[in-house]
């Protein structure tokens, strides 16, 4: 058996497993995003298409091609990776769920009441340019997120589902500019929304009247909306009365991993001393933080807001924990309190409150549309 690497266009690699006779048996494709982490940046791989042909499985030829994947990473400097996994499979190869699963539900009779002020029509491929605009706008600081490319990014590829295709809109001003889009699911047996975006809130009634004529005339009793518990559209909802679903699964969905951790903590830097600064009782404390896993340690010194990341060690307060614990941490999916009653993590309690404002609860999010 033996691995190979194909670059593909547009930053996707496929690895591959083949027999001694060239049979391809197992393989994934690894996908190159830039994802926010807050204000910052971190590049992160997006793992897809991972399979082996039926007449293969259960030969651990997929464990081959996903730790290659994982050294294909190391060697090429990526900080994260994420995928969107199957249960049970991939917590083996260092992968922790981090991405909530939300659901928005507005029953039709009541989002009828919904007043339209400005026009809709279908998304067009030069319209790419203004929902780029937007949705950086939107998600600036929204964790999870990947960003859009400019030169890649040129429509919407689906919809609230792997096979599910999207059917997107734009909203327009009186003079006919874009001032928010959205998306909804091709079909007529249920009115979902997995996408959104605005320039300002005022669309939104638009778009609530737009849903309830859709799935009024799909009679469908309800409206789902696939977006995250704390997105400005979430909150408009509650004026029509609306139900909120968040799952959060083990082990499946939305998962992620630390390649190079030292590269990840160093690039949040920024963002960290952000939310160090905006804490009134934290924002003149000083002191040191050394994180300990599995692949290696890191010392973060911090001094009256400021952060370096440093190798000397002395005095420091200590984190120690599994990678796939610390990237739940990172991305808000648990708390530090929580995850100190783990046998596997041990912190000085000194050093909580730190740990609480430099990663607190939140919600990350990947819109459907740019799921891979």
């Keep these: 058996m033996k691995i190979d690497r194909f670059s593909q266009p547009d930053n996707v690699w496929l690895i591959s497993l083949s027999t001694e006779d060239e049979e391809d048996v197992s393989r994934l494709w690894l996908i190159e995003y830039q994802m926010r982490f807050g204000s910052a940046k971190l590049k992160m791989g997006g793992i897809a298409g991972v399979g082996t042909n039926e007449e293969h499985r259960n030969k651990g030829y997929s464990r081959h091609v996903m730790e290659d994947s994982t050294a294909f990473m190391i060697e090429n400097g990526f900080d994260v990776a994420m995928l969107f996994g199957i249960p049970n499979f991939y917590p083996k190869f260092g992968y922790a769920t981090v991405i909530p699963e939300t659901w928005i539900y507005l029953e039709t009779e009541e ?55 999207a059917d997107p809109y734009v909203v327009l001003d009186e003079e006919d500019e874009i001032i928010g889009y959205f998306v909804c699911d091709d079909t007529e047996e249920n009115c979902i929304l997995c996408d959104i975006g605005f320039q300002n809130r005022t669309i939104f009634e638009t778009v609530a009247h737009f849903l309830a004529d859709r799935a009024k005339r799909i009679k469908a009793a309800q409206i789902r909306c696939h977006i995250p518990a704390d997105h400005p559209f979430t909150i408009f909802c509650r004026r029509y009365g609306c139900r909120t679903n968040t799952d959060n699964s083990k082990d499946r969905g939305g998962m992620m991993r630390i390649i190079d951790q030292s590269s990840t903590l160093k690039k949040i830097i920024g963002e960290l001393e952000k939310r160090l600064q905006r804490a009134a009782d934290l924002s003149e404390w000083s002191g040191k933080l050394l994180i300990s896993t599995d692949l290696g340690q890191d010392c973060l010194e911090i001094d009256q807001g400021n952060i370096a990341h440093t190798n000397s060690q002395a005095n420091a307060f200590h984190l120690e924990i599994p990678q796939e614990k610390l990237i739940q941490l990172m991305m808000g999916r648990r708390s530090i309190e929580d995850l100190a009653i783990g046998s596997d993590v041990s912190v000085s309690e000194d050093i909580i409150p730190v740990l609480e404002t430099l990663f607190p609860l939140s919600h990350p999010h990947v819109w459907w549309p740019d799921r891979f």
């Excluded at 998304?123 to 605009?133: G, Q, R, T, V």
């Excluded at 929204?142 to 295709?165: C, N, Q, Y």
């Design 111 to 165: 989002a009828q009441a919904a007043v339209p002020t400005y026009h809709i029509r279908k998304f067009e491929k030069a319209d790419a340019p203004k929902i780029l605009s937007l949705y950086a706008a939107n998600n600036t600081e929204r964790t999870g997120t990947p960003l859009r490319d400019e030169i890649h990014w040129k429509e919407f590829k689906m919809g609230s589902g792997f096979g599910v295709a």
